[in-house]
């Protein structure tokens, strides 16, 4: 699924400007789906070209035109289409563990601050999750409901892997280097 995609389904309850989606990808989908302005006002610009959302530029004193975006009966069986797919993906792209995979090369202080890091980014995603389950959660989606209750669940796993195993990642150990392994200097042996 992609940004468009998703604005789509934010767009479906009620209109809102890009700052508005902004807002939202930060708040209920940021856990999961975190994207700027980069990519929002060039999905809904492109929504709008393809006459699957309607924009309405309202005149704000001293500022520029605020744009709001609400979406058409096309947009709406363009996102009915996206969501027929029995088996969407789970892609999920962090540099915390890729940072991870490269901890032999890494210094223990490095290591100790990368992992204290997200321990305390994960403390950040629980008290956005404590607000937006007191934010009245009850008249939301069964969806969105599952999702936090869902990202709240990785967030603890995670907090407890890195708490009961993060340790290992300090403990000195010896790697082979490959035989065939060039150096920086030199590349790897030719085969033929």
């Keep these: 699924m992609d940004v468009k995609t998703v604005c789509l389904g934010m767009l479906t309850n009620g209109e809102a400007s890009g700052y508005d989606l902004k807002k939202n990808f930060e708040s209920s989908f940021g856990h999961f789906f975190a994207t700027g302005y980069g990519s929002i006002y060039p999905a809904l610009a492109s929504l709008a070209g393809e006459g699957l959302v309607q924009c309405e530029e309202i005149a704000q004193e ?3 035109d605020r744009k709001v975006y609400r979406i058409t009966t096309e947009g709406r069986q363009q996102l009915l289409k996206a969501l027929d797919n029995p088996n969407p993906s789970h892609k999920v792209r962090s540099e915390f563990l890729a940072t991870m995979c490269f901890a032999h ?15 305390a980014e994960i403390d950040q995603y629980m008290v956005l999750f404590d607000e937006l389950e007191s934010s ?3 008249d939301w989606p069964n969806g969105m409901v599952f999702t936090v209750g869902l990202g709240r669940a990785v967030m ?10 993060g340790h290992m990642l300090l403990e000195p150990q010896d790697i082979p280097k490959p035989a065939s392994a060039g ?10």
């Design 156 to 165: 603890n796993a995670m907090q407890r892997y890195v708490e009961e195993q």
């Design 105 to 119: 090369l890494m210094k223990p202080e490095q290591i100790r601050t990368v992992l204290e890091n997200r321990l």
């Design 136 to 138: 009245g959660m009850a």
């Design 62 to 64: 001293g500022k520029p």
């Design 183 to 192: 150096t920086a200097d030199s590349p790897p042996a030719a085969t033929v």
